[in-house]
Each structure stands twice: as C-alpha cells, then as structure tokens.
C-alpha cells in the first residue's frame, strides 16, 4: 500500500501538518504508520476522506469533541448531525441578534425613562450555595434580593469573617437600583464598581492577612424592565431565550484569550490546565474594574448566574436541559445541585436560577 507523508497528505486534505499531528493526539485522525524513532508520520489514502470532512468541519466552526463524535457516526447519519448542529448555531445568533436589538433600542431612546417604556418587570428566582466534597471552606457568595442578583467567586487565602466575595456583593447592593433613567443607572453601577473593587483591595492589601486573596463579581441589577449586567473575572451569565440558552459574560481568562487569538478551540479549553488562571478579577493592586453594560429582559426569559463550580464539571448541554425542564426556579436549582454531586462537586458552587414575570 501506497502511504502519504504528512506534508503530502497535508496538501491534499487542505489541513495543516500542525493540525494534523493535534488530530492524532486526540485520537481524531491517527496516522496508520508512525516512526518509532523519528516520529514521523504517514497517511493512506483512504484517509483522505475523513481528513477532509475533519476540514470542512472546523472551517464551520464546530468544536473537536463534536467533530469526532461526528466522524464516529454512520454515513448516513452524518449529514443529519452537520444539519442539527448549524440549526443549534442559527439559533444561537439569531438570540444574540435580538440581544443586539435590544441594546440598540436602549441606546436610540438615550436617557429616556426606564420605567415608562415597557412594562415593569419582576423577578422569581431560587440560590444554591454549596462548600462541595473537595473544600476546606466556602469562600463563593450570593445575593438575591429585590432589584439585585448576584453571585462571586472568592479565591486566595481565607480568614475571619469577612470575605472578598460577600463584600463585594454588600457593597453593590448598598448602591442599590437607583436612577430614573438608563444612563443614571449605569452611572450608579459604575461607581458601585469601584467601590466594590477599592473595598476589596483594602482588605487585600500586602501584609493583611487575605493578602493574595480576591473574587470575580457577576450580577444583574434591574429598574423597570431594564436590566444591567456588571461582570468581572469567570463567573458567568446565562440567559434561557424561546429554548436557546445564550451565554451573556466574557470569561476574563487565560485560555479565553488563547482561543480569541486562535490558538485554543473551546473544546480544547474545556480540559487546559490553565482554565481557571483569571487575567482580570478583583483583588489587591490588580486596578481591575467591573464592566457595566445594559441588557433588555423579556417575560419568559430565565436567566442563571453561577460560579465555575456548576459549569466546569457539568456539561452545558446538561445545565440547559435542566434549565429548560423545570419551570419553578427552586426545582430547577435542586436539579443542579444534585447534577454538581453527581460530578463530585470539586469546587465551591453557587448559583442563582431566576424568571422574568410581568409585574
């Protein structure tokens, strides 16, 4: 038999020798002959085929975990999984679009009165707060009252009762929702902010006895029917949107960056040793600041916001099932603590489930 060098099969299947010796490290397309000595690696021809739907796939955007998932199927099965996926990602963009929307309706009608525009909106919601299996301590924090919900991840040394994470969380919530107007309570969320990030630092200082400690913040904060989303560090914000659950946080991350500059893929960060290394959060002379921004609710969304413990060892697919098979927010938080135990719950873990209803 005939067999290709790395370079020629390259060639051929459009995919980069680089790329070419990832897939066979994670078993997605090995190599039928490899060196014992040199390493090198050689190709048949029949592999040709597979190599190329390997291609066309990621040019697509889909991630390795799913590729090889993909590449395992019948034949004929594997046009109805290309099809289900692209559907998963239209549904995807067409929600974020009409996040876009939203945003742009706020920003058009500028300073106009938050209350008087839409209906005013209320809240049900459920918290789940848990040290897990795997903790000497729980050093994450939740608030969930009228006009606020929030949730911080606390890192770094712990001592006495005061903590990073729930200090942070106070100190936005003293701000409270004031403002009539878009702008005013943005205004008020920034400065909010920076008091949350200069109390932090106070308590963090070298030489204190929290010295290297510090916490993520992600909260949303709502007047009327408007909500404002303020975020720092790798907690994250979920919305569930007409059966589509959207991610509205930017994890600030080390492997968030890696995949932005294109040198991770998402399933790839999923198992990084490096996934929980924070290039932004707030702790001692760190000069990070919360990033405040509007967002529009509508009745029916059910919006979740959680620390790493939930979504790093379960499975989103399984977080949004659970999201979307339990209407009331206390059973859907139950559902997600007894998934969290199931995974052996590694981390601190809290969490806050809450639907928008009409006033």
């Known amino acids: 038999m005939r067999l290709?060098?790395?370079?020629?099969?390259?060639?051929?299947?459009?995919?980069?020798?680089?790329?070419l010796r990832l897939y066979d490290e994670l078993g997605l397309l090995r190599p039928v002959q490899t060196d014992p000595h040199t390493g090198y690696r050689w190709y048949a021809p029949e592999q040709l085929e597979r190599a190329r739907l390997v291609a066309w796939l990621r040019r697509i955007g889909m991630p390795l975990a799913r590729i090889a998932a993909v590449c395992h199927l019948p034949a004929a099965d594997v046009a109805a999984a290309v099809t289900e996926y692209w559907h998963h990602v239209d549904a995807e963009h067409a929600g974020r679009a009409e996040l876009v929307s939203s945003l742009v309706r706020h920003l058009q009608r500028g300073d106009t009165d938050m209350t008087g525009i839409h209906t005013p909106l209320r809240l049900r919601w459920a918290t789940y707060c848990d040290q897990g299996q795997a903790r000497e301590y729980n050093q994450d924090s939740v608030w969930a009252s009228e006009?606020?919900?929030?949730?911080?991840?606390?890192?770094?040394?712990?001592?006495?009762?005061?903590?990073?994470?729930?200090?942070?969380?106070?100190?936005?919530?003293?701000?409270?929702s004031t403002g009539t107007s878009a702008g005013a309570l943005l205004d008020t969320l920034h400065t909010a902010g920076e008091q949350a990030a200069a109390a932090v630092n106070a308590m963090t200082t070298a030489g204190s006895a929290l010295e290297g400690a510090g916490t993520t913040l992600t909260a949303l904060v709502w007047a009327g029917s408007d909500l404002a989303l303020v975020h720092v560090g790798d907690s994250r914000a979920y919305v569930l949107r007409e059966g589509e659950l959207l991610q509205l946080t930017h994890d600030d991350t080390q492997v968030q960056r890696l995949i932005e500059k294109g040198q991770l893929t998402v399933a790839e960060a999923e198992s990084h040793p490096q996934r929980s290394i924070l290039v932004k959060a707030l702790h001692a002379d760190s000069g990070a600041l919360p990033d405040v921004r509007a967002h529009s609710a509508q009745v029916g969304d059910r919006y979740l916001l959680c620390t790493d413990g939930l979504y790093l060892p379960v499975a989103l697919d399984a977080i949004e099932r659970v999201l979307t098979e339990h209407a009331e927010p206390d059973a859907a938080v139950a559902a997600l603590a007894e998934l969290v135990h199931s995974a052996g719950a590694p981390d601190n873990v809290v969490c806050v489930v809450a639907d928008v209803l009409p006033a």
């Open 147 to 176: 006009g606020l919900l929030g949730v911080a991840d606390g890192f770094g040394p712990s001592a006495g009762a005061a903590l990073p994470s729930a200090v942070a969380l106070q100190t936005l919530a003293d701000a409270g």
């Open 4 to 19: 290709l060098t790395i370079g020629a099969f390259a060639r051929q299947c459009r995919l980069s020798p680089k790329a």
